[in-house]
């Protein structure tokens, strides 16, 4: 089932980047991987979300990121143009995603 949800996900248009709770890129699927390739990108896997924004975008995140945190009912807060999407696991905070 895994390798399933993965293939759809990596045939989609919308470009989907996967973050943990410590804001560090978990998962890419492809167009996401191919737009920033383009932009001389390689190996994301493992490096802050922030290293791609500003210092306010960084702040507008991170308190999206805590109102996400304190309301489990939301299924997403919107930063700027880009909504993020919480992902729990049995209660629990894992990271957030954001489709673009």
Do not use: C
Request: proline fraction near 1%; avoid cysteine.
């Amino acid at each position: 089932m895994e390798e399933i949800l993965i293939n759809i996900v990596n045939q989609m248009e919308k470009k989907l980047i996967f973050v943990d709770e410590y804001h560090i890129i978990r998962y890419l699927n492809q167009s996401a991987k191919e737009r920033y390739l383009k932009k001389g990108y390689k190996n994301l896997i493992g490096t802050s979300i922030f290293k791609f924004h500003s210092e306010e975008t960084k702040e507008k995140i991170k308190m999206g990121v805590r109102v996400l945190k304190s309301n489990k009912t939301l299924v997403k807060v919107t930063v700027g143009q880009t909504d993020i999407f919480p992902v729990w696991i049995k209660e629990r905070f894992v990271g957030y995603y954001e489709i673009y």
